[in-house]
Structures are given as structure tokens and as C-alpha cells.
């Protein structure tokens, strides 16, 4: 069911924000990233602006990541992105 969620869009967004947020190095993560915009993400990504936008909120609302003038990474993203 985990792998109808994400498309391969999605999976590279998750991917950058896990990255971003340091999961899995050494260490604590950073689980508050520094601030970027949706079209620098897009452009990470390789897709579109409203595209990061649409997988952003559907971040959100899983609980995966809290947005909201700061973008907080939850552990919850990086399982579900390596289920």
C-alpha cells in the first residue's frame, strides 16, 4: 500500500528532505531545515513548483513533515519512504 502512495516524484522529494534533514548520518538529525522555496525543491527534484507544492501538503497532512513557515522533517517520512 506504501509504495501507491508515492510516485517517483514524490520519492525524490522525500529523498532530498531526508538528505536535507540529515537522516541517517551520524548523529542527531536535523529535523528543522533551513529555509527553501518550492521552486528550488522543484528544481532539485527535476518537476514543477505547484507539483512540490501538492506533495508538500500531502506530506503534511500524513504527518510526515510539519510545514508551516519552517519545514520539520518526522521520522515517519523516512519510513515511509524506505518501506
Do not use: C, H, P
Given at each position: 500500500m506504501v509504495n501507491q502512495l508515492?510516485?517517483?516524484?514524490?520519492?525524490?522529494?522525500a529523498r532530498v528532505l531526508l538528505l536535507m534533514a540529515q537522516f541517517g548520518k551520524d548523529g542527531t538529525p536535523d529535523r528543522?531545515?533551513?529555509?527553501?522555496?518550492?521552486?528550488?525543491?522543484?528544481?532539485?527534484?527535476g518537476?514543477?513548483?505547484p507539483r512540490v507544492n501538492s506533495f508538500m501538503?500531502?506530506?503534511s497532512k500524513l504527518g510526515f513533515i510539519k510545514?508551516?513557515?519552517?519545514?520539520?522533517v518526522h521520522?515517519?517520512?523516512?519510513?515511509?519512504?524506505?518501506?
Open positions: 508515492f510516485n517517483s516524484s514524490e520519492k525524490r522529494l528543522v531545515i533551513a529555509k527553501i522555496s518550492q521552486k528550488t525543491l522543484a528544481e532539485i527534484v518537476t514543477t513548483r501538503n500531502k506530506f510545514y508551516n513557515g519552517t519545514l520539520e521520522n515517519s517520512l523516512l519510513n515511509v519512504f524506505f518501506a
